[in-house]
């Protein structure tokens, strides 16, 4: 069972950054994908963007294109999702997550396997 713990989170102004990170253990060959999601009070989970967890490749959200970058350190079994010229409207719990599998959307939360158990960031404007 592949387990997840994020850190980083916190209170930060509208501009400023922010970097969250996530360590995986147990069996970490298994994961194909990291992906981070994030939940606002009232709404659903929404994707962030995801990295492939061997060659790095990434996506993003329309959302936080152009801000927000996932980057990975293999030896480290960590992935970081650094946000800059963060918005009010970035304000949630976000959380990272792993898949096994490489089908499947990975927009959706349902495509991942397991989850860590989240993290706050507050955006004040």
């Known amino acids: 069972q592949v387990q997840l713990v994020e850190s980083g989170g916190g209170l930060v102004q509208a501009g400023c950054s922010l970097k969250l990170s996530c360590t995986a253990s147990?069996?970490?060959?298994?994961?194909?994908?990291m992906g981070w999601f994030r939940q606002a009070p009232g709404k659903e989970r929404e994707f962030v963007g995801r990295?492939?967890?061997?060659?790095?490749?990434?996506n993003y959200s329309d959302s936080v294109k152009g801000r927000f970058t996932i980057s990975r350190d293999n030896a480290k079994n960590t992935v970081y999702l650094q946000m800059d010229s963060l918005k009010p409207e970035d304000t949630a719990v976000y959380y990272c997550?792993?898949?096994?599998?490489?089908?499947?959307?990975?927009?959706?939360?349902?495509?991942?396997?397991?989850w860590g158990q989240g993290t706050q960031v507050t955006v004040s404007s």
């Open positions: 997550a792993a898949s096994r599998s490489y089908s499947g959307s990975y927009r959706r939360a349902q495509s991942y396997d397991y």
């Open positions: 147990g069996p970490t060959m298994s994961i194909y994908s």
């Open positions: 990295i492939t967890w061997r060659s790095g490749y990434t």
